[in-house]
């Protein structure tokens, strides 16, 4: 069974930093790992992916901000996000590719505001 966890979000002032992590399990050669957001009422957008060769891909809203790294020995995906903005207050979704296959966390909240 897949399994994709993510863990350290919360609630952080304008300015901030948190910093997320996603490991997977009962998955192996994953070739992309990446990072959604979904704000209420909005749909869920790309924040940033990156491939085991670690290519990465930013959206242009979090671009010298935010940084996506990986373990591929763990599985396991950050994402380094700096100089929060409470337009970054959103659920954050992981996301697994192996070949055609997809797979999503559960999602985890990140809130902005003073």
């Known amino acids: 069974q897949v399994q994709l966890v993510e863990s350290g979000g919360g609630l952080v002032q304008p300015g901030g930093s948190l910093r997320l992590s996603c490991a997977a399990s009962g998955i192996f050669s994953i070739s992309l790992m990446g990072w959604y957001r979904q704000a209420p009422g909005n749909q869920r957008d790309l924040v940033a992916t990156?491939?085991?060769?670690?290519?990465?891909n930013y959206a242009d809203s979090v671009k010298g901000r935010f940084t996506i790294s990986r373990d591929n020995a763990k599985n396991t995906v950050y994402l380094q996000m700096n100089s929060l903005k409470p337009e970054d207050t959103a659920v954050y979704y992981c996301?697994?590719?192996?070949?055609?296959?997809?797979?999503w966390g559960q999602g985890i909240q990140v809130t902005v505001s003073s």
């Open positions: 996301r697994a590719l192996r070949g055609t296959r997809g797979f």
């Open positions: 990156i491939t085991s060769t670690e290519t990465t």
